[in-house]
Structure formats: C-alpha cells, structure tokens
C-alpha cells in the first residue's frame, strides 16, 4: 500500500459516533441491499433520532433484511421517512400505515433515478471490503445501484468490514471519493436455508425438461429455485447471468454443472449484481475472478441479458389473469414487494435465441381457498409483467405456453394448470368475457 493512500485513509478514518454527525434533519441518505448496509453506521444514527437530534431523515434502500438495523424500526415512526425501491418485510409496515413512501421502477432503472437527479441525495452510506495497495475498495456482495449513489450524494461515508468479501467486475470506489471512513468488522446476514415442498419439486421438474444443456439461468430465492437446482444436477455446461447470487447456484458450481463455457458475453465467468446467501458464499466470491459483479443497469438491461443464447429466467408472480397478465408485488392495492428484475428478464429472455421465462406460482392461496389463476386481476393489483412478454407460467399441475397465444388459447392453457377444484368455474367466467 503506498504512504499516500495509506496518509488518505488515516486522515478520513473516524468514528461511527462522529461520522453520525454529519447527518442532518432532513437528509436524505442511501445505502446499498441486504449485505451493504453498514451496521454500526446505521446504528449511531439511529441513536441521534432517537435523542432527537434528527427530524426527517430520509432513507433509500432496494432490498434488506431489516437485521440488526435500527433505521427500519417502528419507533421511529415520523422521524425516519423510509423511501424504499422494493418492499420487504422489515419495511413493510411503514408501507401499510402510509408512512412510507414506495417508489414504482424496474430494477434496471434504479442507477438512473440517481444519476438524473429523480432522486437528489445527500449521503451515501455503506459497508465495503477494505482497502487494497492502490487504495481501492469494493462494494462486495452488495454492488446494485452503488456507484450511482456514490456518484450523486454530496457526501460518501464507508463502513470498512474486514469480513466483507472482495468482489471483482465494475464494484470498485477509490479512497479519493470517499469523505469519511469507519471500522466495524461486523459478520454479514445469511439467509436460513429454504425448505422445498412437494409442490416445488412439481414445478421444478416442469422447468428443468424445458432448460438445455448449455443454456445460461437466472434465477432467485425461494422453494422452486432451490428444488430447480436439485433438479439441475443431471445438466452440463450452464452459465450464470442473474441479479442475484445465492447457495444454489453455488451448489451448482461445486458440482461441476455451471462452467459458463457457453456464454455468448463474459464466458469463463459468472455474473450478478449482489449477493444473499450463507457464509459460504461469502467466501466463495472473495477475491475470485470466476465471478464478476455489475451495476444493475447492465446485469438487468434486457439488451445484454438477449446476448445470452438459451437464456432461461425463473422468477415468482402472485396472481395470474386468463389474458397472462401477472401481478408480482402486490395482494390487491397492498403493495407487498416491488417488480424487481422480473420484467427485465422476462423481456431479455424473451428476446435471447432460444431464451426462456418461467413466472410460477402455487396455483392456490389462503390454504386453499382462493385460486391464483383468476379471470381477472384483484382490484388494486399491479401488473408487474406484462402479457406481452409473459412466455411460460408454471403451477404445480403443469406448463402453461403462452407467448404467440390467442386470448382465447392462453385462457385454455391457464385453465389446464389451474388448481382442478376451481378450473369449472375459470369455465364459466371466461365464457362470460367472451375468451372462450
């Protein structure tokens, strides 16, 4: 490490007491997903709103876990504005109470909100690996829309954590961007391993005769894409091109079915934007080149993700119409999540040679009682993906094929894998709105 950086680094390194300071009433602050969020930052902010110091705070984020993070508590109701990309459960609340303001975008869009100035902010907070020779760090396992944020807060304060990993691709900042620096070697959140139904397996195998050797995937977390990795093992020479890296796609790595030694662009190497998983992962993508990482408005651009031949894309949906109309992110008018990259890569596969999209969905809801295959959309639901681009849904009762489809040919296929118990009825009101 040479004396000037090293000079820099101990001029700009302070503590989470003090950098807290340097946030104000009404600032608006930004901080990356899941892994990103810097904890002890995040904490002694939190301090100064609660003795009062603050009023008005306004906090961007596009994915967390809500551990250890003071910021998303409902005690902090009215003096903490949370303005999040994407709903999750530990947000959620201040959604449902009309507390906090949700901001529809693909995820794609998110650096461009920033560096257009739809969203103006102040500071920029995160949790980065440290520092190299050349006076480099990375975002680690949580890259997203980072660099755009860096590039528009007025201020960028880093929380150095020795036990984030050093991840390669377009994920560097260099200290002469930075303000000010902390220390907190903090572990990362994991997430618990996701138990996989027989209904998942169903569904799974549905998608896995449908993907061919060579093709490259994208995928998310949950109980299908766990059982779709199981059941990928007997494939050769996949590739990764996703938004998000997790355990099972790792698995699939260590069993020596991802080479990406068929992928059109970055061959050799798997690509994402951050990363959610256990410590193994963690670990994994720690100074390795077999892995890169790229701004969400690159990963997600459906143009790049088209590159890929065989592009298969496998993502969740609530709430299906008889027209193929999916609703991801919301129940109704309650905004539950938020679309995500689920559009981006629906309409990227769509447009890959040979490419894929899977939208699955248990085909029943509220222990059985309501059928997620529905004539029409509930009120107040969003369409998250559009019938356009919708080319494959998937129910534990089979495939339904739908992209190039008449409106009468995809009510049939709908109906097919709904839940049999509601498929007479489907009948009838299909029959009504004239579809069949």
């Not at 938004?243 to 059109?264: A, C, P, R, Y």
């Not at 798997?270 to 410590?279: D, E, I, P």
């Not at 309501?370 to 009120?379: D, E, K, R």
């Not at 129910?395 to 489809?405: H, N, P």
Request: glycine fraction near 8%; charge should be negative; hydrophobic fraction near 35%.
């Amino acid at each position: 490490m040479t004396f000037r950086v090293k000079e820099e680094y101990q001029a700009k390194l302070t503590t989470a007491e003090e950098a807290a300071k340097h946030i104000c009433s009404e600032t608006r602050i930004a901080m990356p997903p899941g892994t990103g969020e810097p904890r002890a930052l995040s904490q002694a902010i939190a301090r100064r709103v609660e003795k009062g110091e603050i009023e008005g705070l306004r906090v961007d984020n596009v994915y967390t876990f809500g551990l250890a993070n003071p910021l998303w508590d409902p005690k902090l109701k009215g003096r903490v504005i949370i303005t999040s990309l994407f709903v999750c459960t530990a947000q959620r609340w201040a959604i449902d109470e009309g507390v906090g303001e949700f901001t529809p975008i693909y995820y794609q869009d998110c650096p461009r909100a920033y560096d257009r100035g739809s969203r103006p902010l102040d500071v920029f907070i995160a949790d980065v690996s440290p520092m190299d020779k050349h006076g480099y760090f990375t975002f680690g396992a949580a890259l997203s829309n980072s660099q755009a944020c860096a590039r528009a807060a007025k201020k960028v304060i880093l929380e150095v954590n020795q036990k984030q990993p050093r991840v390669f691709g377009d994920n560097f900042i260099h200290i002469s961007d930075v303000d000010l620096l902390i220390e907190d070697p903090h572990d990362l959140p994991e997430i618990p391993p996701i138990l996989i139904t027989k209904e998942d397996e169903a569904m799974a195998q549905f998608i896995v005769d449908l993907i061919p050797d060579g093709a490259c995937i994208q995928i998310g977390v949950g109980g299908v894409p766990n059982a779709v990795c199981k059941f990928l093992r007997n494939k050769k020479d996949l590739g990764i091109h996703t938004e998000l890296f997790g355990d099972t796609l790792l698995e699939l790595i260590e069993v020596g079915v991802v080479t990406n030694e068929k992928k059109n662009i970055h061959p050799g190497r798997s690509v994402c934007t951050f990363a959610l998983g256990s410590r193994k992962v963690y670990d994994y993508l720690d100074d390795n080149p077999g892995v890169e990482t790229y701004q969400v408005e690159y990963t997600n651009n459906p143009y790049i993700i088209s590159k890929h031949d065989n592009m298969v894309a496998i993502n969740a949906t609530i709430q299906v119409d008889l027209t193929g109309q999916c609703c991801s992110e919301s129940i109704g008018w309650r905004q539950y999540s938020a679309v995500g990259g689920q559009a981006d890569f629906a309409r990227g596969s769509f447009l890959s040679k040979g490419g894929k999209s899977f939208l699955c969905l248990y085909s029943t809801a509220k222990n059985g009682t309501l059928s997620t295959i529905v004539p029409y959309l509930s009120q107040g639901a969003n369409v998250s993906t559009q019938r356009q681009s919708v080319m494959y849904v998937v129910t534990e009762f089979g495939v339904a094929d739908l992209w190039g489809k008449s409106s009468k040919e995809r009510a049939e296929e709908l109906i097919r894998i709904a839940h049999p118990n509601f498929r007479e009825g489907l009948r009838h009101e299909a029959k009504k709105m004239k579809l069949l």
